[in-house]
T-cell receptor, first 112, second 111 residues
Framework: DGGITQSPKYLFRKEGQNVTLSCEQN?????MYWYRQDPGQGLRLIYY???????QKGDIAEGYSVSREKKESFPLTVTSAQKNPTAFYLC???????????FGQGTRLTVV | ELKVEQNPLFLSMQEGKNYTIYCNYS?????LYWYRQDPGKSLESLFV?????AVKQEGRLMASLDTKARLSTLHITAAVHDLSATYFC???????????FGAGTRLTVKP
């Protein structure tokens, strides 16, 4: 079945470590997005990509990095420069044959 | 810069009552989305609205779009407890493809 898959579901990071969150879609979507959600809050845009090998910063890109080497994949690296990374991270994709945008199940990152 | 404002942020309703959630956005847009989020879960797509005057309905929820006013509404009819969740609107701008969200409306339906 077509869909968008995030992994892992839960991730623990020690202070000072970089970690990478995976996002894969088989919907043939051109655009992919990463959002951060803090408890009781809305979604804030970290990075987005409209096509392969191109991406743009969102509102809170500092301390994060991304790559888009393949259409299907848009991994997010949370670097040690991100001082408060504990949050729920959501990946989305859109711009296929349908106008809908779909979300993965999310990765809950905790700094220990 | 595209900004999206939603109100109210919190909504407590009695079962059987009607209410409307509002979503305003700041620049021209080609797509407006409504999502539902249950606690600890991801977002579930409810509606995509593409053109001025678009109206979509699914069960007790109806969404509409006025692109001239840059306003979308999500109307809840005869609320039931199962509708308790947080509802988000999101907008993509015409210029690029960034998708930005409102702050969300946390809906609680009480018996």
């Amino acid at each position: 079945d077509g869909g968008i898959t995030q992994s892992p579901k839960y991730l623990f990071r020690k202070e000072g470590q970089n970690v990478t969150l995976s996002c894969e879609q088989n919907l043939n979507h051109d655009a992919m997005y990463w959002y951060r959600q803090d408890p009781g809050q809305g979604l804030r845009l970290i990075y987005y990509s409209q096509i392969v090998n191109d991406f743009q910063k969102g509102d809170i890109a500092e301390g994060y990095s991304v790559s888009r080497e393949k259409k299907e994949s848009f991994p997010l690296t949370v670097t040690s420069a991100q001082k408060n990374p504990t949050a729920f991270y959501l990946c989305a994709s859109s711009m296929g044959m349908s106008p809908e945008a779909f979300f993965g199940q999310g990765t809950r990152l905790t700094v220990v | 810069e595209l900004k999206v404002e939603q109100n109210p942020l919190f909504l407590s309703m009695q079962e059987g009552k009607n209410y409307t959630i509002y979503c305003n956005y700041s620049t021209t847009s080609d797509r407006l989305y409504w999502y539902r989020q249950d606690p600890g879960k991801s977002l579930e797509s409810l509606f995509v609205l593409l053109s001025n005057g678009a109206v979509k309905q699914e069960g007790r929820l109806m969404a509409s779009l006025d692109t001239k006013a840059r306003l979308s509404t999500l109307h809840i009819t005869a609320a039931v407890h199962d509708l308790s969740a947080t509802y988000f609107c999101a907008v993509t701008s015409n210029n690029n493809n960034d998708m930005r969200f409102g702050a969300g409306t946390r809906l609680t339906v009480k018996p």
